[in-house]
């Protein structure tokens, strides 16, 4: 392909075409290196941009993580949807094996996220603070259309809390487990999981 070709196959892409390009890249960057070792040149170079088009996109360094952390958010969040109509105790151990298969794989990521909320970064807090509402607000959605623990949320004003906590708890496993702390994959599913239904439990 000549260089003209190239510029022409770029140059089809939309604009929301690109953006997601751009975020994809990002996301596996992310996943496979820390946040300080991952480059905006190294992006552009892998996208086929130059380095001001991807500025052009996303003004900083930062903007950039926060962009894509909010993609794979909202990716987690589809992973993780609850099925209508299936009890939640069912498909707990599935949604739960889906999201730390989504840690593992995304170690430095998920990491950086973490870390960058502890930082006080409010690029990152604010897409931090909106993905665990939206987590917290699906899990109580499933649990509302659940016969089991429905009739319990207007009965329990707490269980919003709890599932915060919980939420919170989660966190704080996976990270102990990506430090290294031996425990397999289904012995943090099955901790996860006992632990939500202790909270949550009528």
Known sequence: MSA???????????????????????????????????????????????????????????DFFAAVVERESERMLRMTAAVPGVPVREQLTASLDTYLEYVEAHAHGFRAFHRADAAGD???????QRALAAQ??????ALAADPEFGAALDARPDLRLAVRGWLAFTTAVCLEWLRGFDLTRE????????ALLGVISP
């Open 136 to 141: 917290e607000q699906q899990i109580l959605a």
């Open 4 to 62: 003209n070709q190239g510029e022409r196959t770029r140059r089809r892409l939309s604009t929301e075409e690109r953006r997601e390009q751009l975020l994809a890249v990002g996301a596996r960057l992310f996943s496979e290196s820390p946040y300080d070792e991952v480059w905006i040149e190294q992006v552009a170079e892998i996208a086929g941009v130059s380095r001001g088009l991807l500025y052009h996109y996303f003004p900083t360094k930062r």
């Open 187 to 194: 012995q943090v599913r099955e901790l996860c999981a006992r």
């Open 122 to 128: 409010q690029a990152v807090r604010r897409v931090y």
